[in-house]
């Protein structure tokens, strides 16, 4: 077995050889098989803020919120105005997950803050931990600078369960409909 880096990528080979005498006609098996496994790179907007204008465009993209009240609160967040921050996971030079810390995502209980938002994955690198990684670590550093409990809006059910988060209450947002509201402690 073989393991080299080459990138971003990582390549295993495994190579099953049986050899048996030629005499006994026995038949020569060889399988090799590759497995590659990608590693990403975690980060957050201030270990890199070079990311701030791409990271903007990107999560306008994902949710359709202007670019420019995604760059204010990263702003405040680079500028040290808040400690609510933004979370990358990159893929190389193209970001394939992400979300942020904001005081209130949408909806009537403004005493539930402050919320994790913007929480996406894109779909092909999905079903790879992107997001739980993403999860524990904006947690673990809001729980470094004192900042607890977190809140979260969403209408999926049996995810963020897996990461420590508890159903709360349902919330009144922008939808006609409520939407479950998530804490982690």
């Given at each position: 077995m073989s393991l080299c880096n080459a990138g971003s990528f990582f390549f295993i080979i495994?190579?099953?050889v049986d050899f048996f005498c030629d005499v006994c006609y026995t038949c020569v098996?060889?399988?090799e098989r590759m497995i590659t496994m990608k590693t990403y790179q975690y980060i957050t907007l201030r270990e890199r803020p070079e990311w701030r204008e791409k990271a903007a465009q990107w999560f306008h993209e994902k949710w359709g919120v202007p670019k420019?009240?995604?760059?204010?609160?990263?702003d405040s967040y680079l500028n040290k105005d808040t400690e609510y921050?933004?979370?990358?996971?990159l893929d190389g030079d193209k970001i394939v997950?992400?979300?942020g810390v904001i005081e209130n995502d949408f909806h009537e209980r403004k005493d539930l803050a402050p919320n994790v938002c913007a929480v996406y994955t894109e779909s092909d690198h999905r079903k790879q931990g992107i997001a739980g990684k993403l999860l524990d670590m904006t947690v673990d550093d809001m729980r470094s600078k004192g900042i607890t409990p977190l809140y979260l809006v969403t209408d999926h059910t049996g995810f963020y369960e897996k990461y420590g988060w508890e159903f709360l209450c349902m919330v009144q947002g922008s939808d006609p409909e409520p939407t479950r509201m998530y804490v982690h402690y």
């Open positions: 495994v190579v099953e098996r060889q399988t420019e009240a995604y760059l204010a609160c990263m921050g933004w979370y990358l996971c997950g992400g979300m």
